[in-house]
């Protein structure tokens, strides 16, 4: 009888803490011209601790770990402006204590040079892994790595590798306006489905297409693959681990 692998959970640890630290956080009016904000710290991480165990209870694993995104990043080497959108924007107060708390007491993983969403892309699909790995975080650019996810902490989807290569190749054309990246300007999810069809093709096929959808619009295939592999969240054969060097995407023929 073939032996079970054992579940384990990658939690974006980015997103868990980011929320509650906002939530956290209550405007104090003192009179009528001071306002101020304040966030327990205790009670702050008493709900990153209880996330864990709910999502421990509603998925009904135990193991788990827990990604965080690296200060350097190497998408900014490919887009300078990756992210550039960001700069300025005020984050809740207490998140960097949450962050180091997740690195305390929760063993958080942190490679250099990457984002949470890669760290989880990585281990989910790395061959020594030996469990039955479920990716959890709200984040859709989940639906690009061949594995379990599971969205809305509650349920769990199969992701394959053609499903995982269509939404990749969606997110080449429609881009993120959040991560700072445009995508095949004007080109929304219809519009981005439209283009690729509902049919599952190989990657290289896909790839076509995008191309020639670029090409429609005055982009060269090298603009293109600019926003391709900003937009490529890594599985684990885009990473050299022995070297800490990411192998930058590209379309193998």
């Given at each position: 009888?073939?032996?079970?692998?054992?579940?384990?959970?990658?939690?974006?640890?980015?997103?868990?803490?980011?929320?509650?630290?906002?939530?956290?956080?209550?405007?104090?009016?003192?009179?009528?011209?001071?306002?101020?904000?304040?966030?327990?710290?205790?009670?702050?991480?008493?709900?990153?601790?209880?996330?864990?165990?709910?999502?421990?209870?509603?998925?009904?694993?135990?193991?788990?770990?827990?990604?965080?995104?690296?200060?350097?990043?190497?998408?900014?080497?490919?887009?300078?402006?990756?992210?550039?959108?960001?700069?300025?924007?005020?984050?809740?107060?207490?998140?960097?204590?949450?962050?180091?708390?997740?690195?305390?007491?929760?063993?958080?993983?942190?490679?250099?040079?990457?984002?949470?969403?890669?760290?989880?892309?990585?281990?989910?699909?790395?061959?020594?892994?030996?469990?039955?790995?479920?990716?959890?975080?709200?984040?859709?650019?989940?639906?690009?790595?061949?594995?379990?996810?599971?969205?809305?902490?509650?349920?769990?989807?199969?992701?394959?590798?053609?499903?995982?290569?269509?939404?990749?190749?969606?997110?080449?054309?429609?881009?993120?306006?959040?991560?700072?990246?445009?995508?095949?300007?004007?080109?929304?999810?219809?519009?981005?489905?439209?283009?690729?069809?509902?049919?599952?093709?190989?990657?290289?096929?896909?790839?076509?297409?995008?191309?020639?959808?670029?090409?429609?619009?005055?982009?060269?295939?090298?603009?293109?693959?600019?926003?391709?592999?900003?937009?490529?969240?890594?599985?684990?054969?885009?990473?050299?681990?022995?070297k800490g060097e990411v192998k930058l995407w590209q379309i193998?023929?």
């Amino acid at each position: 009888m073939k032996k079970m692998k054992q579940k384990e959970m990658l939690i974006d640890g980015d997103i868990l803490i980011y929320k509650i630290a906002l939530q956290s956080e209550r405007p104090v009016k003192w009179d009528d011209n001071m306002w101020t904000l304040h966030a327990f710290e205790d009670e702050a991480v008493a709900n990153v601790d209880d996330g864990i165990k709910r999502i421990q209870r509603k998925l009904g694993v135990k193991p788990y770990r827990v990604a965080l995104t690296s200060s350097k990043n190497f998408r900014k080497d490919v887009l300078p402006s990756y992210k550039s959108n960001r700069v300025g924007v005020r984050k809740p107060m207490i998140l960097p204590a949450l962050r180091q708390h997740m690195l305390d007491n929760h063993d958080a993983i942190i490679i250099e040079g990457l984002e949470a969403d890669d760290v989880l892309g990585i281990l989910a699909t790395e061959k020594s892994n030996k469990k039955d790995s479920i990716i959890v975080s709200v984040d859709k650019d989940f639906k690009q790595i061949p594995t379990k996810i599971c969205l809305d902490g509650e349920t769990v989807q199969i992701v394959t590798e053609d499903m995982a290569n269509h939404w990749f190749m969606i997110q080449v054309l429609m881009g993120d306006a959040t991560d700072g990246y445009t995508g095949l300007p004007g080109c929304g999810i219809k519009t981005a489905e439209k283009i690729l069809g509902p049919e599952m093709r190989p990657l290289d096929e896909l790839w076509d297409i995008v191309v020639e959808a670029y090409a429609k619009k005055g982009y060269t295939e090298k603009e293109a693959l600019q926003q391709a592999r900003v937009a490529k969240i890594l599985r684990a054969e885009d990473y050299n681990e022995d070297k800490g060097e990411v192998k930058l995407w590209q379309i193998k023929r």
